[in-house]
């Protein structure tokens, strides 16, 4: 199965981390193009860097672009700002694009309680695999 990975690039060395054990059971995995710029950042760096990536690089569009012919996306829901399984704001517009291109929807972790997002996230009927990796498939 080939697989996007999306979430927070504050979350990019546990992505990375997914992307080689899920590559070690025979999927194919995407993450963003920009994805190494983030390793061994700190958060306050890698903020700045998503910000400059958005507005001078184009990168929503960038993995639009690569999530085209995947057949599911993972979403790397862990905390953050001390929010248990936070998604924000990207990575639920990602989620959209996920449902319009009729993939399947796996979030790592549950649902967060986020007011307004979580009916949302609900809506596209994600697949809950609380870090179960094998039960992608």
Same mark, same amino acid.
């Given at each position: 199965?080939? @697989?996007? @990975?999306?979430?927070?690039? +504050?979350?990019? *060395? +546990?992505?990375?981390?997914?992307? *080689?054990?899920? *590559?070690?059971?025979? !999927?194919?995995?995407?993450?963003?193009?920009? #994805?190494?710029?983030?390793?061994?950042?700190?958060? *306050?760096?890698?903020?700045?860097?998503?910000? +400059? !990536?958005?507005?001078?690089?184009?990168?929503?569009?960038?993995?639009?672009?690569?999530?085209?012919?995947?057949?599911?996306?993972?979403? #790397?829901?862990?905390?953050? !700002?001390? @929010?248990?399984?936070?998604?924000?704001?990207?990575?639920?517009?990602? @989620?959209?694009? #996920?449902?319009?291109?009729?993939?399947?929807?796996?979030?790592? &972790?549950?649902?967060?309680?986020?007011?307004?997002?979580?009916?949302?996230?609900? #809506?596209?009927?994600?697949?809950?695999? &609380?870090?179960?990796?094998?039960?992608?498939?």
């Amino acid at each position: 199965m080939k @697989i996007g @990975i999306i979430g927070s690039m +504050h979350m990019t *060395e +546990h992505m990375l981390e997914l992307k *080689e054990k899920l *590559e070690s059971m025979g !999927h194919v995995v995407i993450v963003s193009g920009f #994805a190494s710029e983030y390793v061994g950042k700190s958060d *306050e760096e890698k903020e700045s860097l998503k910000l +400059h !990536h958005k507005n001078n690089c184009d990168a929503i569009r960038e993995f639009w672009t690569r999530m085209q012919d995947c057949d599911a996306v993972l979403v #790397a829901n862990y905390e953050k !700002h001390g @929010i248990a399984n936070y998604i924000g704001g990207n990575t639920l517009m990602e @989620i959209g694009f #996920a449902y319009v291109l009729n993939q399947k929807i796996f979030l790592l &972790n549950p649902v967060p309680e986020i007011p307004f997002y979580k009916s949302e996230i609900e #809506a596209v009927k994600p697949i809950i695999i &609380n870090g179960d990796l094998s039960l992608i498939r």
